[in-house]
């Protein structure tokens, strides 16, 4: 038996195994990039841009704040608490020229969730966006942040847009709270200070710590990955043969990437090192829960994005849609949860181009396999990717043969060093192998399908069912927008499944469903409750929260 069989998926330009990345770091990665390119646009945000020249200075002068100003020393670690806005890319870069740990914190989050993750990382310093320093107020007693830098949203925008943007956020937005931090101090006094002190550069090893990438929260409280420089390279390095070549050719310096993911998130993050790397320029979307306003940046012609599944339905279902200028879009590509075949056949209906979809969790940085581009197989998550062993293995470790469903486990370069400060006993099998707690099926000719999550799976009178399933055979009905599916405790066999549906079409009657589902679902993973709202909850990122869905009444 052929032990890698997706080996004869490869296109010609992807190979097999990778080498050791030729750089120390990230910020040598970065610095290459900008000398290389330096007259071009890196980023976009709000109709500004920034050249790569313009982020390799602006970073330095931050990197010199923290290092002079601040007395911060590499290994310590400051938290990053922003949407997509410019600042981000240049703290981010900065911070990590200075040898700091990265802290990538949801700005959506409660203070409770802020606190446990600052207390978690030992975090010594923050860089924080005006709109949720009231939330950090609250909670700065129980941290040892002793350094904060607030930033305010037009503050990169130049001109007398900084001033405008600033005042219609505060004071006619109002998105501004009181808070009373009196020894904060602003991102833009941050960089004058760095700019009038020379920066020390910092020796950067591959294995020093670059991210804590908090992850689990949907599970209970958020545990650190701890990614290295390494880490992240290497999965850079994988992954450029499948994001720079696409469907239509090869993503060239000067290209437009939609980058409409929080940056906080390992998918966006390590995205925009793919992207920044081969010279395109990073069009950084703040809200794209606003579709009117993302379908608006999206007039003007871009060559690729990236997105998750419940972002491309929005679009596809949203009425502008037809505004959307795909002249130029060579490429796009979906992860962080299942793209449903409904939506990659839609999608690939109105614009020509496939959706390529990739699969990883913030623990292997992110990404372990990917659809080759013109071999895309629906309702797979493609193969594994250069460098990159997975097998599916029972619960004491043993793999298991094609075709039979297990926990997938990875091993690569790209898996990260285990949990911040925890007891990681029990997060590897015996050789290195990740359990990721996805359960999933390799086909013999090495294509890969999702089955569920373990911890969402639903037992039906000894019957495994999978949420993903019942949610991508209902999505497909042409009245529904929106689907999730979760068990529920019941009497007469252990649990049932629910589904939770969002109405496309105002008509859409429980019944309507109840006789879809007799057509295409066998008994057992029929759903023997129904409940309609208005929307379902989910993260930030677009992933539909079942663990909530299961707390909230109906």
């Not at 700065?140 to 956020?169: A, Y």
């Not at 998918?267 to 920044?276: D, G, Q």
């Not at 989910?538 to 299961?550: F, Q, Y």
Request: proline letters at 7%; one cysteine or more; hydrophobic letters at 40%.
């Amino acid at each position: 038996m052929n032990k890698h069989p997706w080996i004869q998926h490869y296109p010609t330009h992807y190979p097999v195994e990778i080498p050791e990345p030729p750089y120390a770091s990230l910020p040598a990665l970065m610095g290459e990039a900008c000398n290389k390119f330096r007259d071009l646009p890196a980023l976009e945000n709000m109709d500004k841009t920034i050249s790569f020249g313009e982020l390799d200075q602006l970073s330095t002068h931050f990197a010199s704040f923290l290092q002079n100003e601040c007395e911060l020393v590499p290994g310590d670690r400051i938290a990053i608490q922003m949407p997509n806005i410019l600042q981000f890319p240049v703290a981010m870069l900065g911070a990590l020229k200075a040898g700091l740990i990265l802290v990538n914190t949801n700005p959506l989050y409660t203070p409770r969730e802020m606190q446990h993750q600052f207390k978690d990382s030992g975090a010594v310093a923050i860089v924080i966006l005006a709109n949720f320093a009231h939330h950090l107020e609250k909670v700065l007693g129980e941290t040892s942040i002793k350094t904060v830098i607030i930033t305010e949203v037009g503050d990169l925008l130049g001109g007398i847009k900084k001033p405008l943007t600033n005042f219609v956020v505060k004071y006619v937005k109002k998105m501004v709270h009181d808070y009373h931090i009196p020894w904060a101090i602003s991102f833009s006094t941050a960089l004058a200070k760095g700019k009038a002190t020379p920066f020390k550069p910092v020796a950067i090893k591959k294995e020093d710590t670059a991210f804590l990438q908090y992850t689990g929260g949907t599970t209970g409280l958020s545990k650190g990955a701890e990614l290295t420089h390494r880490n992240v390279l290497f999965n850079v390095e994988q992954v450029v043969p499948v994001l720079r070549h696409t469907s239509r050719g090869q993503l060239e310096p000067g290209d437009v990437a939609v980058i409409p993911l929080p940056l906080y998130h390992i998918y966006a993050l390590t995205a925009s090192f793919v992207f920044l790397a081969a010279g395109l320029r990073c069009l950084l979307v703040t809200n794209p829960r606003d579709f009117a306003g993302f379908i608006k940046i999206l007039h003007k012609p871009f060559q690729t994005m990236i997105g998750v599944n419940t972002l491309y339905n929005a679009l596809l279902n949203h009425p502008n849609f037809d505004h959307i200028n795909f002249s130029g879009l060579k490429g796009c590509s979906a992860g962080g949860m299942a793209l449903q075949e409904i939506v990659f056949k839609r999608w690939k209906e109105k614009t020509g181009i496939p959706i390529g979809e990739g699969y990883g969790l913030s623990e292997t940085s992110p990404v372990l396999t990917f659809q080759i581009a013109g071999k895309e197989r629906m309702g797979s998550i493609g193969v594994p990717i250069p460098s990159t062993e997975i097998q599916m293995m029972d619960d004491e470790g043993n793999p298991l043969p094609f075709g039979e469903p297990g926990e997938l486990c990875a091993r690569g370069p790209q898996v990260f060093k285990g949990y911040w400060e925890k007891d990681n006993s029990n997060v590897f099998h015996a050789g290195g192998w990740f359990k990721t707690g996805d359960i999933a099926i390799m086909d013999a000719d090495g294509y890969i399908r999702i089955v569920d999550r373990k911890k969402d799976m639903i037992l039906v009178s000894g019957f495994n069912v999978y949420p993903n399933e019942v949610e991508g055979v209902l999505a497909a009905h042409p009245k529904v927008l929106e689907v999730a599916a979760i068990g529920i405790p019941d009497p007469a066999c252990g649990e049932a499944v629910k589904i939770v549906v969002v109405k496309k079409d105002q008509s859409l009657t429980e019944q309507e469903l109840v006789d879809y589902c007799k057509e295409n679902l066998t008994g057992y993973k029929r759903p023997k409750f129904i409940e309609f709202r208005a929307e379902i909850p989910k993260t930030n990122v677009g992933k539909i929260l079942r663990r909530a869905l299961r707390e909230q009444p109906a």
